[in-house]
C-alpha cells in the first residue's frame, strides 16, 4: 500500500521548548509493509516515509502504536494520524482523496492486528528520485521539436502553454489534465475546438490567439466553462459569428476578439455582467446589438470597423397590422415575465423569445419591429474607450428596435427636437 502526497511530521514536544513546526509539507511517499526488527527478530507492520532529502525513508511501527486519526479534511486530500511513539503527529495532504481514504483503512487495521494476509502490503524499499519530485504545476512549450510525442504531460499541471508547434487540432492528452487553469494553444493551425475542453472543470484561461478557428461551438457555451472561464483570447482567427449561447459564458472578465471577420456581436452581450475589458478591433462590425448598453467595461477598445453612420430615418421595417397572435402572446409572455420552456412551449418558441427585443418604451417585441441605429458614445459603457477611428471618435452605432409605429414616430420627433437645439 503506497500513497503519494505532501508529508510533515510534527514533533509534540516542540511548543514544550517554545519551538513552532515549519508548517508547511514535503512531498512524499508513503508505504505500509512489514519489516524485520532486528532487536526482536519479529517482523512488524511499519508506515515508512520518504521524501527526496530522506529517500531511504524513516520508519514507524504501526501496530497498536496510533492513538488518533483526524480524518474531517480526507474529502479535500488531507488527514493527520497521531502516534503514540514516537510523540509525533504526520500530517498528509495534497492526496488523492480515495487513494488516502484506503491508505488510512489500511493503517487502522494494521493498528488493531487484525488479520494482515488482506493488507495490500508494500515492500519498504528506498524510493526513486522522480517519486518523489514536486509535482509539476506549469509548463511551456515554444518549438515542434520540444512538443511530447512519447510522453504524457504531467497530470498535476495547472498551467499549459503550447505555441509555435503548428497543431492543428487540440491534443487530446491536454483533456484529461483535469488541474488545468490555464491553456494557451496561441499560434498554432487549430481550425476547430473540441468541445470535452469544457470538461476541464477548472479551466479559467483560454488562449487561442493567431490559429485557425472558424466557430466556437455551442457546447462550449453551455459546458462547465459557464463557471470557470475568466479570460478568453480569440484574438487573430477567423471568425465570422459567435453563438447566441456564448453569452452564457458569464465569468468572463476578459474578452478578446481582435483581428476576425465577425459581423455581429453575441445578441445578449449585455448579459455577460462582470466583463470588464473588451476588444474587438479590425472586424467588420456594422453596428452594435442594442444589449450593448448594459455593460460596464473598464477598458474598451474597437477600433478598425467600418461602423455605418447612423440615421435614425434610415430603418428596417418588420410590422404587419395586425400583429400575428404568436407575437402577442410571446410579447405576453415576455413582458409579463410568465415562465416558459421546452416542457411547456415548443423549442423553436423558446428560441424566440431568447433573442426578445426591448423597445424604447420598455415592452418587448420578438420577431415584428422597426429597427435603425443610434450613435451612442462608448463612455457611457466603458471608462478607457480606445479611438473608433482616426479622426479621434469614440461614438459607435447600436441597433434600436421599436415596438409600434407610435414609439418609433416618437423617437423620430425627440431626435428632431434634439436636432434644433
Not at 455577460?272 to 455593460?295: E, I
Amino acid at each position: 500500500m503506497k500513497l503519494q502526497c505532501d508529508v510533515e511530521v510534527v514533533n509534540r514536544m516542540l511548543p514544550t521548548f517554545g519551538m513552532k513546526s515549519r508548517g508547511k509539507g514535503t512531498r512524499a511517499v508513503l508505504s505500509i509493509g512489514k519489516h524485520l526488527d532486528k532487536t526482536t527478530q519479529r517482523s512488524n507492520i511499519y508506515l515508512m516515509i520518504c521524501t527526496a532529502k530522506d529517500r531511504a525513508g524513516s520508519k514507524y511501527k504501526l501496530k497498536g502504536n496510533i492513538e488518533k486519526f483526524f480524518t474531517w479534511f480526507v474529502e479535500e486530500g488531507k488527514a493527520t494520524v497521531r502516534l503514540k511513539e514516537p510523540a509525533v503527529d504526520i500530517c498528509l495532504s495534497k492526496a488523492d482523496s480515495n487513494s488516502l481514504k484506503n491508505f488510512l483503512s489500511a493503517a487502522r487495521l494494521a493498528d488493531t492486528g487484525s488479520d494482515t494476509s488482506s493488507l495490500p502490503l508494500s515492500t519498504l524499499t528506498p524510493v526513486r528520485a522522480r517519486d518523489v519530485e514536486q509535482p509539476k504545476k506549469k509548463l511551456t512549450i515554444v518549438s515542434k521539436k520540444d512538443y511530447p510525442l512519447t510522453s504524457n504531460f504531467p497530470h498535476s499541471l495547472e498551467q499549459l502553454q503550447v505555441s509555435y508547434c503548428k497543431l492543428s487540432r487540440v491534443d487530446m492528452r491536454m483533456l484529461s489534465l483535469k488541474a488545468l487553469r490555464k491553456l494557451d494553444l496561441s499560434n498554432n493551425h487549430i481550425k476547430k475546438l473540441p468541445a470535452t475542453i469544457g470538461d476541464l472543470s477548472c479551466l479559467s484561461e483560454l488562449i487561442l490567439h493567431n490559429n485557425h478557428l472558424e466557430a466556437f461551438s455551442e457546447a462550449l457555451c453551455l459546458s462547465t466553462l459557464q463557471r470557470t472561464l475568466q479570460h478568453l483570447d480569440l484574438s487573430q482567427n477567423r471568425l465570422q459569428k459567435l453563438p447566441a449561447q456564448f453569452c452564457q459564458l458569464r465569468e468572463l472578465v476578459n474578452l478578446k476578439l481582435d483581428d476576425n471577420a465577425l459581423l455581429c456581436l453575441p445578441f445578449h452581450i449585455g448579459r455577460l455582467s462582470k466583463l470588464r475589458f473588451l476588444s474587438a478591433a479590425h472586424n467588420q462590425l456594422a453596428v452594435l446589438p442594442g444589449d450593448f448598453r448594459k455593460l460596464s467595461l473598464e477598458n474598451l477598445d474597437l477600433f478598425g470597423n467600418p461602423f455605418i453612420q447612423p440615421n435614425p430615418l434610415d430603418h428596417k421595417m418588420q410590422l404587419t397590422f395586425p400583429l400575428p397572435l404568436q407575437e402577442l402572446a410571446s410579447r405576453a409572455v415576455a413582458n409579463l415575465r410568465i415562465p416558459y420552456g421546452p416542457h411547456l412551449i415548443p423549442a423553436h418558441l423558446c428560441q424566440d423569445l431568447e433573442i426578445a427585443k426591448t423597445c424604447d418604451c420598455g415592452r418587448i417585441c420578438i420577431s415584428f419591429y422597426i429597427k435603425t441605429a443610434v450613435s451612442m458614445n462608448l463612455h457611457q459603457v466603458s471608462h478607457t474607450v480606445v479611438l473608433v477611428d482616426d479622426m479621434g471618435g469614440t461614438d459607435a452605432p447600436v441597433e434600436q428596435h421599436f415596438c409600434s409605429l407610435s414609439c418609433y414616430s416618437e423617437f423620430l420627433d425627440n431626435s428632431l427636437q434634439r436636432g434644433t437645439r
